[in-house]
């Protein structure tokens, strides 16, 4: 399992304005340590070689400086200042990258990754090219235009995305060189527009995105379940 290099690039870029809080969601607190605390504590436990690039935003670089120093092996994480959109500050992590190998990008609010889902990603990536974790919808789906009307879908043909979206780096590097298209909302929609296949795997229904404080409510409880 560790044959090819190994990176990470965890996107923090956000200003979490939908917690209401007077700092970014991703530097909150989850059983006494910020949210961005776990979610690179997952990286870095699931892999002895892997190297993460962690994206922050510019006016937030002191704080992951003190986050970062907080770790035993702080050299294999690399700070990187992130962009105007999350293709820019992914696209600035991967120009941090020059060796071929396997790359996740990940959601720093995703902070219930498990190991089992980045292994299962990583050998997905090595033999497919690719791995875009994914759950099946659970609610009923309406789509409503902008003439206000509304259709039903099919939820059994909705998939909810997840990360960490996992690559070959001479998959994915080669298709963030175009430049930003509005309908880039994920590593996977860059990917496809290059013209590659990208492949779904089973993603997890407890690697939750922390955007509302209801999410960090239910993080806490499933840290807790895990840890009793």
């Known amino acids: 399992m560790n044959a090819m290099r190994k990176y990470a690039v965890i996107v923090a870029g956000g ?29 870095l436990a699931a892999f002895s070689d892997i190297s993460i690039k962690l994206v922050l935003p510019l006016n937030f670089m002191n704080e992951g400086k003190q986050l970062v120093a ?22 600035n992590g991967l120009k941090t990258i020059d060796t071929p190998g396997i790359v996740f990008v ?3 609010v995703r902070c219930l990754v498990s190991k089992e889902l980045i292994h299962r990603c990583y050998e997905q990536a090595i033999e497919k090219g690719s791995a ?22 099919n939820r059994a043909q909705v998939k909810i995305i997840q990360t960490p979206q996992t690559f070959q780096t001479e ?26 296949q990208v492949f779904l ?10 955007t509302r404080p209801i999410d960090l409510f239910i993080a806490e409880q499933i840290l807790q379940d895990k840890t009793n």
């Not at 059983?31 to 504590?41: A, E």
Request: no cysteine; hydrophobic share 40%; charged share 25%.
């Open 15 to 43: 200003s979490g304005l939908r917690m209401g809080a007077d700092k970014p969601k991703q530097f909150l607190l989850l059983q006494g340590k910020p949210i961005l605390w776990h979610t690179l504590n997952a990286f």
């Open 70 to 91: 907080s770790f035993n092996e702080p050299d294999r994480i690399e700070l990187v200042t992130g962009g105007a959109t999350r293709f820019d500050s992914v696209k």
């Open 106 to 108: 990940h959601d720093g």
């Open 132 to 153: 875009i974790p994914a759950i099946a919808a659970t609610d009923s789906i309406r789509i409503e235009t902008e003439q206000q009307q509304q259709y039903v879908v």
């Open 171 to 196: 998959i994915l590097l080669p298709a963030f060189e175009r430049e930003y298209q509005i309908e880039f909302t994920d590593e996977a929609t860059v990917v496809e527009t290059s013209g590659q």
């Open 201 to 210: 795997i089973d993603g997890d229904y407890q690697n939750i995105k922390i």
